[in-house]
Each structure stands twice: as structure tokens, then as C-alpha cells.
């Protein structure tokens, strides 16, 4: 019978650790703070915010809330990014992505200060985890890690497959597994034959964005799957990429949705925050 890896209860702790460690910093009259940015109002992106706006709260950190409306010009945004990364007072800068169509994801990312890029999106940070450097880590592949550690998981050595690589959680979940000495294969919808590659997994991270798409048959008797996947099914359930029911008794250790990897991302962010201080 699988263990169930609980997310919710592991990002729990994390947030605790880091309130501690903000108390502690507060106590030598050092604080930190995020600023939080949000073009228009896609309701998805409300609910992101206000959980980090929440986690902030818990833990001690101020957060700066920008609203912009939907109509911003990127030049607007742009200013605003210039502005924050001026202010000493501003530890970690989020911009909240999807962006409006007039506005240049890409552009948005680069201007940000790499020293306040806590999501870790920046060409930077992604450049440093890849040639193994200090730098920020994207948070859900970041939360995997330490989904897989604080549950006792052994990575090196093992044989690691992402499904997915996407440039926020497939290719720098490949780098981490691979800088936690696992053995990483990266998959994708080009794949061949997918399951022979999926079956070699003893730890499968799927992050495909197809409902219930791994089955059974994908997966290694003993397995560990982790499931990045988030959506709602036909009858209004949250559900993974993963098909819990058929997989959960072929393997060692599993991770539910909702509960699972979700929580782990704000945590991290969260930690990302408190980094960019020390
Ligand atoms: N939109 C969906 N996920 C994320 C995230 O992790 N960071 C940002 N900035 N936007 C997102």
C-alpha cells in the first residue's frame, strides 16, 4: 500500500521553520518584503495572490500589493519593476503571470533584478541552477525536492523521469533531480513509446497538464509518483495528471491532489522570499 506524500502538512512546516527565521531576523531589526504584482483581474490570478498574500501574513513578511489594470501598457509595468528594484526596502518582486496580450512575458521577466527574482524565472537564475550556482529555483519544482526529502526519499542513484518540460517546472525539476544525483530522463509529448520510458522510473514526476492521463500501466511496481498536475474533472472534482485510483496501490509512495505538490509552492516561494534577505 502506497504511502501518501502530504503536502499540506510538509509546507506546513516549512512555513513554521520560516516564521521562526523571520522572527529571528525581525529580532535584529531586519524584515522582508515582497511586492506583488497583478495585471487585470483573471480570477485564477486573484486566488494565486491572495494565498500568497495569506502565507506572507503567517509568516511575518510585509507585502506590497500592486493592482494594475488590465489595460496596462508593458512600458507601465516596466516602470514599476524599474521602481522596485531601486527600493532597498524590497527584498523579492512577483509578477503574476499570465500577462495581458500587449505585455511581453518575456520582456517583464528579464527586467526584474535577479537578486530580487524569487519565482526564479529570470535567464539568471535559470543559467545558475543549470551550471550549478547560487541563484533562485523555480518553487514547484523546488517544493518537489523537498516533498522527496522531508518524506525520507532517497533521489541519488535513482532513476528520475519528468513527464513535461515546461520551462517553470519540467527543465529545472531535470536540474534538481539531476543535482540531487538522480539518474534523470526528461519526456514529453514527442516521446516514443512513453509508458517503456515511464515503467524505468523509480521516482516519476508527471507534469503533462492532461487530466487522469498516467495510468496504471505507465508506472513501476514500487514507484514513487509525484503529481504536478491540477484540474477540475468532469464533475467539478479537483484531479491530477495522474489517475490516483488505478495508480496509487502499484506504487511505494504518491502524492494526492489537491494536498500534494500545491501547497508546496507557496511555501517555497515563501523561502525564496526569506533568502533573498540572507
Ligand atoms: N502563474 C501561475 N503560477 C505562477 C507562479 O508560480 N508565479 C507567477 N509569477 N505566476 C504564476
Not at 17 to 46: F, Y
Not at 77 to 95: F, K, S, Y
Not at 244 to 257: D, G, K, L, W, Y
Amino acid at each position: 500500500m502506497a504511502v501518501l506524500i502530504d503536502g499540506k502538512a510538509i509546507s506546513k512546516q516549512i512555513k513554521d521553520e520560516l516564521r521562526d527565521k523571520v522572527a529571528e531576523l525581525k529580532a535584529q531589526g531586519r524584515e522582508v518584503t515582497l511586492a506583488v504584482i497583478q495585471v487585470g483581474n483573471d480570477p485564477a490570478s486573484s486566488v494565486y495572490v491572495g494565498n500568497k498574500k495569506k502565507a506572507c501574513e503567517y509568516i511575518g513578511i510585509r507585502s506590497l500589493a500592486y493592482e494594475m489594470p488590465e489595460e496596462t501598457s508593458e512600458e507601465e509595468l516596466l516602470q514599476l519593476i524599474d521602481e522596485l528594484n531601486g527600493r532597498a526596502d524590497v527584498n523579492g518582486i512577483l509578477v503574476q503571470l499570465p500577462l495581458p496580450g500587449q505585455i511581453d512575458e518575456d520582456k517583464v521577466i528579464r527586467r526584474i533584478d535577479p537578486a530580487k527574482d524569487v519565482d526564479g524565472f529570470h535567464p539568471q537564475s535559470v543559467g545558475a541552477l543549470c551550471i550549478g550556482q547560487p541563484g533562485f529555483v523555480s518553487c514547484t519544482p523546488a517544493g518537489v525536492i523537498q516533498l522527496l526529502k522531508r518524506s525520507g526519499i532517497e533521489i541519488a542513484g535513482k532513476e528520475c523521469v519528468v513527464i513535461g518540460r515546461s520551462n517553470i517546472v519540467g527543465k529545472p525539476m531535470a536540474l534538481l533531480l539531476l543535482r540531487e544525483n538522480g539518474t534523470v530522463t526528461v519526456a514529453h509529448s514527442r516521446t516514443k513509446d512513453l509508458k517503456e520510458v515511464t515503467k524505468r522510473a523509480d521516482i516519476l514526476i508527471v507534469a503533462v497538464g492532461k487530466p487522469r492521463m498516467i495510468t496504471a500501466e505507465y508506472i513501476k511496481e514500487g514507484a514513487v509518483v509525484i503529481d504536478v498536475g491540477i484540474h477540475r474533472d468532469e464533475n467539478n472534482k479537483l484531479c491530477g495528471d495522474v489517475d490516483f485510483e488505478t495508480v496509487m496501490p502499484r506504487c511505494s509512495a504518491i502524492t494526492p491532489v489537491p494536498g500534494g505538490v500545491g501547497p508546496m509552492t507557496i511555501a517555497m516561494l515563501m523561502n525564496n522570499c526569506v533568502e533573498s534577505v540572507l
